[in-house]
């Protein structure tokens, strides 16, 4: 008998079958019960935004971003239209229904159809926003519409290793992390190692049990405070997984 005839061939990844490219994300709001995503557009977001901003008084929203802060209304919008209403990214404006204004952003990047993989990024929270139910329901808006609505098969979320709060605030959502990209890029005349975390779809389901929990009004006394916090519901579906 040849042994090399009977030899194992290598490893191989487990079989897609039917896969087809998922649609790109359509230009349309997701609407949730704390917050709505719209579309980006300067001419109605662009005053409110930049108010928002103002709010962080030393500029620490804008650190580990490429660009901004932004020393104008004039300058931040004029940005805006040149760099926020292309195909990749696509971004939205988060508007809190605590007050009815834009008061963040946050796009879709690197959309990749043909293998179904999509990223989260250009996320800033003006601080009257963060750490709001509106905030994360937000980003469960954006996960629901990858994953429920397209079909995606890969949720990324990537950022500056050394940004410690985007750390905490993806392992919070149920990103898991992967590595970190040494020297990945340049940015503001600096290194930036890049810090990687995702989300695949069979993961999905669970994730969706925990924000639904988390986000049920049941979960928050009369004061606002929560009874079960979300990384404690997350941390209980990725042990399971």
């Known amino acids: 008998m040849n042994g090399s005839c009977d030899a194992p ?9 039917g896969w087809q490219p998922r649609p ?35 500029g620490r ?7 901004g802060p932004f020393a ?17 990214p696509i971004f939205h404006a988060v508007i809190d229904f605590a007050d009815g204004r834009a008061s963040g952003v946050a796009s879709y990047l690197r959309i990749t159809p043909d293998v179904g993989v999509i990223e989260v990024g250009h996320i800033n929270f003006a601080p009257r926003l963060q750490g709001t139910r509106a905030a994360t329901e937000a ?26 709060r985007s750390r905490r605030a993806a392992e919070r959502l149920g990103f898991r992390f992967e590595g970190v990209f040494r020297q990945a890029t340049l940015y503001k005349g600096r290194n930036r190692d890049t810090a990687w975390y995702s989300i695949i779809d069979r993961e999905w389901p669970g994730i969706r049990t925990a924000f639904a929990a988390w986000l049920d009004p049941g979960n928050f006394d009369a004061a606002g405070r929560q009874r079960c916090s979300l990384s404690a519901l997350m941390a209980e579906i990725l042990a399971g997984g």
């Not at 997701?30 to 030393?58: I, K, S, V």
């Not at 929203?61 to 660009?67: I, M």
């Open 139 to 164: 980003m469960v808006l954006m996960m629901r519409r990858v994953f429920d609505e397209l079909g995606y098969r890969r949720y990324e979320w990537k950022c500056d290793a050394l940004n410690e």
């Open 72 to 88: 104008d209304r004039a300058g931040y919008r004029l940005w805006l239209e040149a760099n926020c209403l292309g195909d990749d």
């Open 9 to 17: 061939g290598p490893p191989i990844g487990f079989p897609v079958e």
């Open 61 to 67: 929203n804008w650190t580990y971003l490429a660009y």
């Open 24 to 58: 790109r994300p359509p230009r349309v709001p997701m609407e949730g019960r704390y917050c709505r995503l719209e579309p980006l557009d300067p001419d109605r977001h662009a005053d409110e935004l930049f108010t928002a901003y103002a709010e962080d008084h030393d």
